[in-house]
């Protein structure tokens, strides 16, 4: 459920802070203080689309919209194959920035739109007479009828076979697209062309630094030479460090201490010769010669197929040409393997076919409950004469099944069943739903329902039948309701006030949490309008207390 909420720059909002119960909860207000912006920001937390630059009291800096929500370990997994860390009270924010972008976060990671949009309908619904929720997404209706004995073991056999049967399908337009786009004949020229030139990884470098290093083998075997005849010329150096050689040996001889020089002196004539036999041999390599045409060459030839495969290295081209030799060998084997495929499609079908006919027949049975039970609950939202029923389309298999629900409704006796989406009215459509909603969320594991103004164009004793299920459906479900009724807003456990100050140069939206001496203020202004009566209150108290 619901834990908090809090939201900043957003609209009228500058900073709010909302912490909630269980049970149902009550808003209530003038037309324009707000309400509705409120459930603009809690739907734009849960991923709704919304034009972020439009919603920015102050637009130079962000809105932010945070919830923090209670949730079982059921929902675990649902986290998981997102990709998202799960919390037992995890935390949505969404932050709309002045640039017009905004991001999501789940528990402090990035999160996808969709990713959040799929998880918040697990355990939030918001219903509204423009949206209806529930009478239009067939993953929850499927979702709550199925809570009324469909076993979860039958509906995962059915729903691993279709996806079964849905990979051999994508494999096999994966192949026909292959086959008619791709040319066998080019490809395995492309495959040869690449095999004949043994190329080795990294051989591109290799050949760019050998020459770099023979650039400029001119100058440098004019060094060399001019080094080693340094070295070699009579009384060059190794001439020079001879006779310091012998003059430090016969100064030893003479005194001790010039011992140690002369070592000194015979390891620098050793390091000579060192240098003298690596100048002979870098000589001798650059009289062998290197064929630096050859090396242009190969490098050209390496430069041209990178370019025709478009990639960067050796590597890559490597790679490139593994990817080759498995297409090639893939539409080889091409026919074979769509008529193995076609066998397999049609057998999978056939398996799939038949498990969901076996989870609609429990889905019928189902059904059959929820129509029993029916009839109690829409006269308790005073809908004494009208029918609905549960019928089923035929439809092709899908991940929910292989048939979809219909709800047909009938307001009057004598009238025929229809759709309830085409022939009921605003009102009628809210107080089926909420009819439904009482039925269906017996068993049910959403944890939140939000209802916008469902109550609109009713009074009286209707709205005092509404007000009495809606706190029996929170008994099970956390119940925010949005409110002109006094008889729904008396119902509430918390009640909160939307209202707006305003200035001379701006309006601010809050709510709060009303008192029980404020809520009979504000019930009594709903019975009375501005000019609050002692009958009025009288009123409100009895319909808190009653």
Known sequence: MLRRIHITNFILIDQLELHLNGGLTTMSGETGAGKSILLGALEAGLGGRI???????????????????????????????LDLDFEDVSTFRRELLPN???????????????????LATEFIDINSQSDTGLLHRRHQQLELIDT?????????????????????????????????????????????????KNIVAGEEEMIESELKEHKNSGALKEQLFALRTQLQEEGGAFDQFYLLEQRLEKLADLHSSYESHG???????????????????????????????????????LKSL???????????????????????????????????????????????????????AQRLEASAKIEQQMPGFLERVDLPKARLELRWEKTAPTALGTYSPVFSFSANPGQALMPLTKVASGGEQSRVMLALKAVLGQYATLSTQIFDEIDTGISGGTAEKVGLLLSELSQKQQIIAITHLPQVAAKGAQHWLVYKDQGEDQTTSHVRTLSADERIDEIARMLSGEQITESAKKQAKELLFS
């Open 51 to 81: 034009a972020a630059k439009k919603v920015l009291k102050n637009p130079e800096e962000k809105a932010v919209v945070e919830l923090e929500i209670a949730l079982n370990a059921s929902f675990k997994p649902a986290f998981e194959a």
């Open 100 to 118: 017009g972008k905004s991001r999501f976060f789940v528990n402090d990671t990035p999160a996808k739109a969709s990713d959040v949009v799929q």
């Open 148 to 196: 009324f004995g469909v076993a979860l073991e039958e509906r995962a056999g059915y729903q691993r076979a279709f996806k079964h049967w849905q990979q051999l399908r994508v494999e096999w337009d994966q192949l026909q697209q292959q086959g008619a786009t791709e040319d066998v004949g080019y490809l395995e020229f492309l495959l040869a062309e690449l095999l004949d």
């Open 263 to 301: 070592a000194f002196l015979s390891e620098a004539i050793d390091q000579l010769r060192s240098l003298d036999r690596r100048v002979e041999q870098d000589l001798s390599n650059l009289e062998d010669g290197v064929d630096l045409d050859a090396l242009q060459a190969r490098k050209s030839e």
């Open 306 to 360: 990178m370019a025709k495969h478009r990639v960067l290295t050796t590597v890559e081209l490597i790679d490139k040409c593994t990817e080759l030799q498995q297409k090639v060998d893939s539409l080889q084997n091409r026919q074979s393997r769509l008529e193995t495929l076609e066998v397999e499609i049609a057998e999978a079908k056939s398996t799939l076919e038949a498990l969901g006919e076996s989870l609609q």
